[in-house]
């Protein structure tokens, strides 16, 4: 599968998926990063991995559409089958949904419906709930919203702080997100059982 990573930050959860492919775990074609944050640490792990990039600012774009318009260029000119959001802190608006609905996948970090947004671990601290996780869902255009793939829990200890749960979060991100990814393309090829 040829894919498209959209990611604006650290790029963790890109790394995990690459170093998935390199280990045979995943089989899948990374080929471009589209980046909102052109400084962002997910650039240089591109970079790195040898995959293309494009990154752009938003704000020298007239609009969302105008910038979709200009991403759903670079997608179509690598034939790209599905969109794999990875930290992207953007809604997707309509020019890409209307091509690739069902095609496009997000990672949050909490059991949605709970904790959506921005700053979910925050979220998950402040409400002192027991238990968060990680949830992979399609995308559609709300906030977080789309139908859920795949969730896992991840207990959280009275101790914990946001970066000692963050950290507890990432670790089952990266573990989850490449096999996710593997099981929706290899059952899109033994034809399209919904997951
Ligand atoms: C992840 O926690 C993901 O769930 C959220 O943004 C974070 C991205 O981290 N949507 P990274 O850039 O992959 O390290």
Redesign the pocket.
């Known amino acids: 599968k040829k894919i498209a990573i959209f990611?604006?930050?650290?790029?963790?959860?890109?790394?995990?998926i690459i170093d998935a492919i390199n280990e045979k775990k995943l089989e899948a074609d990374v080929s471009l990063l589209v980046c909102d944050k052109p400084g962002a640490?997910?650039v240089e792990r591109a970079e790195q991995s040898g995959t293309e990039t494009f990154a752009f600012y938003p704000k020298e774009f007239e609009s969302k559409t105008a910038f979709e318009t200009e991403i759903l260029k670079q997608l179509k000119e690598r034939n790209i089958e599905f969109i794999v959001?990875?930290?992207?802190?953007r809604l997707i608006g309509s020019t890409l949904l209307s091509e690739y609905e069902g095609r496009i996948v997000?990672?949050?970090?909490s059991l949605l419906p709970a904790f959506p947004g921005k700053d979910?671990v925050g979220q998950a601290l402040d409400a002192k709930a027991e238990v968060t996780g990680?949830t992979v869902h399609y995308v559609d255009s709300g906030m977080d919203t789309g139908p859920i793939i795949a969730q896992k829990t991840v207990p959280i200890n009275k101790e914990d702080t946001r970066d000692t749960l963050?950290e507890r979060?990432?670790q089952v991100?990266h573990q989850l997100f490449p096999s996710v990814l593997h099981q929706l393309f290899n059952q899109e090829k033994v034809g399209g059982v919904s997951f």
């Open positions: 990611a604006s930050g650290s790029g963790s959860n890109f790394q995990a640490r997910v959001l990875a930290g992207y802190m997000n990672i949050h970090p979910a990680v963050q979060i990432q991100e």
